[in-house]
C-alpha cells in the first residue's frame, strides 16, 4: 500500500477539522472529542494518529490520568498544515481540481453540520455565502489582500471563551482567464 502524501493527510474532512480544533490551541484527545461529537471515537483517534506519523501534529506533553498517559496535542507549525506555494505549482490540473473539490467537500461538510442542528437561525448565526467579482488590478489586489491578511492574521490569533463561536470562512479567489496579448 503507498504511503498516503501529506496533502492527502491534511485534505482529510476529518483531519481537517481536527486541525482546525487546534489553531492556536492545546488539546487533548478527549477535548478534541468533545468539539467533534460526530466522530466516533476510535476514528478519532486514528486520524489523530496519522497526523502525528505524518509531523502535522505534534504531542508537546504527557499528562497521567487515572493510571493512562492522556497526551496534549499541537499544531506547532502551522505550515504543516498546508501546501506549499511551491508544491501547488506543481500540481496538474487534475491535482487541482481534486484538491479544490476536497475544499469544497469540506465546506459542505461544515454547512450540513450546521444544518443539521435542531434549531437554526441563519440571521442571528451570522450565516451567509455570496459571489462577487472585484475589479482590481495587480496593485489594488496585492494591497486587498494585505488587509484581509491583516484581519484574518487578528482573529485567528483569539481562544476560545465564553460567548465565542467557532465559526467558518472559506475564501476562493478565481482570477478571470487572462486576455490574449494583441
Request: no cysteine; net charge negative.
Amino acid at each position: 500500500m503507498a504511503k498516503e502524501s501529506t496533502v492527502d493527510v491534511i485534505l482529510h474532512p476529518v483531519r481537517m477539522r481536527i486541525i482546525q480544533s487546534l489553531i492556536n490551541q492545546h488539546m487533548t484527545a478527549q477535548q478534541i472529542k468533545e468539539l467533534l461529537p460526530d466522530v466516533p471515537q476510535a476514528s478519532l483517534y486514528r486520524h489523530i494518529k496519522k497526523l502525528v506519523d505524518a509531523g502535522v501534529i505534534h504531542i508537546i506533553d504527557e499528562i497521567p490520568n487515572r493510571g493512562t498517559i492522556e497526551k496534549v496535542y499541537s499544531l506547532q507549525d502551522p505550515a504543516k498544515a498546508s501546501i506549499s506555494p511551491e508544491k501547488l505549482n506543481s500540481f496538474t490540473k487534475e491535482e487541482h481540481m481534486d484538491l479544490f473539490f476536497k475544499f469544497m467537500a469540506n465546506i459542505m461538510g461544515e454547512y450540513e453540520r450546521y444544518l443539521d442542528q435542531n434549531k437554526i437561525d441563519l440571521i442571528n448565526d451570522g450565516v451567509s455565502f455570496r459571489q462577487t467579482s472585484l475589479l482590481l488590478d495587480d496593485e489594488e489586489f496585492v494591497q486587498f489582500i494585505k488587509e484581509m491578511s491583516e484581519v484574518y492574521s487578528r482573529v485567528t490569533q483569539n481562544k476560545p471563551k465564553t460567548g465565542r463561536r467557532r465559526r467558518t470562512l472559506a475564501t476562493i479567489i478565481i482570477p478571470e482567464q487572462k486576455q490574449e496579448e494583441q
